[in-house]
Every structure is written in structure tokens, then in C-alpha cells.
């Protein structure tokens, strides 16, 4: 059980913002939000991860709503090779168990 | 880095064989999982160990059993392999903040 609903796929042009959207309508207050993407045949990375506030790394910012019922990753300047499926993930911090859904594809086009 | 391996990117095997997938990390992680993914059915988790000799069921364990002498190493060992076996199997251990580092998979085929 997933917990967490995803669009199947996206386009993005190159160059451009790519905003991936997670529905999560039954977090619960201790469940971080994660997200991890797979690269075809490879293995899922991580990519960046929140609870309440917004988040930026290198890779990536998560924008997650105050009622915390959705949330948003932003790949500020998407490249070819940002062609991924992105996996929205909720856990809690010291609990690893980790469900994956269907996650979405992520097309980045020239 | 932290890196993750596995023992190997291929292999092949026949009905009813044992086979031993393995796995080490290099990062002194303490959990580490095994998962399979499927076309359409995602990554499923099979087993997952949060120390060493200490091992627990994951969501589909059926057919499998796990061994973890060593704080690096974690195997995944199929007992009597079946054909609905085949699939990629990924190895992941992760940091005390939940990042899970993966390994570039095994794609194991039973025939």
C-alpha cells in the first residue's frame, strides 16, 4: 500500500521546470515525505526528503503544503538525462520500511 | 561514496536450483533490504535486516530467505528457484536518516 497517488507520466521540456506532483491525503504526523528516482536500469536514487518545511538541495526542491496533504517536486532546470520514473514515498524517519508506488515518468524532451 | 554492490548484473539459473544473490555496502549501514521489481508492480520489498543475524519478513517473503553474518553483507537466497522468480532484484542499505543507497540490481532469470 502505497499511501501516496502520482500522475503515470509527465513531459518536460528541456531546459525548463519540472514540477512533479504527490498526493498524500493520509500522511500521518510522524511520516516524512521521500522521493527517489530510478534511471532505466539502474537503481533508485535519492533524491531529497521533508516533513513539514521546504527543502532544497542540489538535485531538487520539495515543496510540501501546510495541511501536508501534497506535495511537489521541483527540478529547476531539467536535462535529458533528469528521463527517470520519480517515486514519492512516505516513511517514518526511523522506521525503513519503504513502500514504492507506480511512480511517475518523467519525459524530458530537446 | 557510498557504494553498494551486488554479486552480479546477470544471471541465469534452472528450476529448482539454489541461488545466492549477494550483496555489500561499504558505508557501516546498519539496515539493508532486499527488494524485486516488476513490470507494473514496482519495487516490492522481500526481506529487510537491521542488524546483523537479525532479519525481518518484508511484503512478499514467500520462496526466499535472507542471511546477514556480516554488518556489510546481506544475502538473498532463493531456495528452490521457480520460474515466477525471475525479475531484478535490488539490494539497499540505508543511512540513520532513511536514505536509501541502492545497488545497480541483479536480473535474474529462472528458466
Known amino acids: 500500500d502505497a499511501k501516496t497517488t502520482q500522475p503515470t507520466s509527465m513531459d518536460c521540456a528541456e531546459g525548463r521546470a519540472a514540477n512533479l506532483p504527490c498526493n498524500h491525503s493520509t500522511i500521518s504526523g510522524n511520516e516524512y515525505v521521500y522521493w527517489y528516482r530510478q534511471i532505466h536500469s539502474q537503481g533508485p536514487q535519492y533524491i531529497i526528503h521533508g516533513l513539514k518545511n521546504n527543502e532544497t538541495n542540489e538535485m531538487a526542491s520539495l515543496i510540501i503544503t501546510e495541511d501536508r496533504k501534497s506535495s511537489t517536486l521541483i527540478l529547476p532546470h531539467a536535462t535529458l538525462r533528469d528521463t527517470a520514473v520519480y517515486y514519492c514515498?512516505?516513511?517514518?524517519?526511523?522506521?525503513?520500511?519503504?513502500?514504492f508506488g507506480s511512480g511517475t515518468k518523467l519525459n524530458v524532451k530537446p | 561514496d557510498v557504494k553498494v554492490t551486488q554479486s552480479s548484473r546477470y544471471l541465469v539459473k534452472r528450476t529448482g536450483e539454489k541461488v545466492f544473490l549477494e550483496c555489500v555496502q561499504d558505508m557501516d549501514h546498519e539496515n539493508m533490504f532486499w527488494y524485486r521489481q516488476d513490470p507494473g508492480l514496482g519495487l516490492r520489498l522481500i526481506y529487510f535486516s537491521y542488524d546483523v543475524k537479525m532479519k525481518e519478513k518484508g511484503d512478499i517473503p514467500e520462496g526466499y530467505s535472507v542471511s546477514r553474518e556480516k554488518k556489510e553483507r546481506f544475502s538473498l537466497i532463493l531456495e528452490s528457484a521457480s520460474t515466477n522468480q525471475t525479475s531484478m532484484y535490488l539490494c539497499?542499505?540505508?543511512?540513520?536518516?532513511?536514505?536509501?543507497?541502492f545497488g545497480p540490481g541483479t536480473r535474474l532469470t529462472v528458466l
Open positions: 514515498i512516505l516513511a517514518v524517519n526511523n522506521f525503513n520500511k519503504f513502500y
Open positions: 539497499a542499505s540505508n543511512t540513520p536518516y532513511n536514505e536509501q543507497f
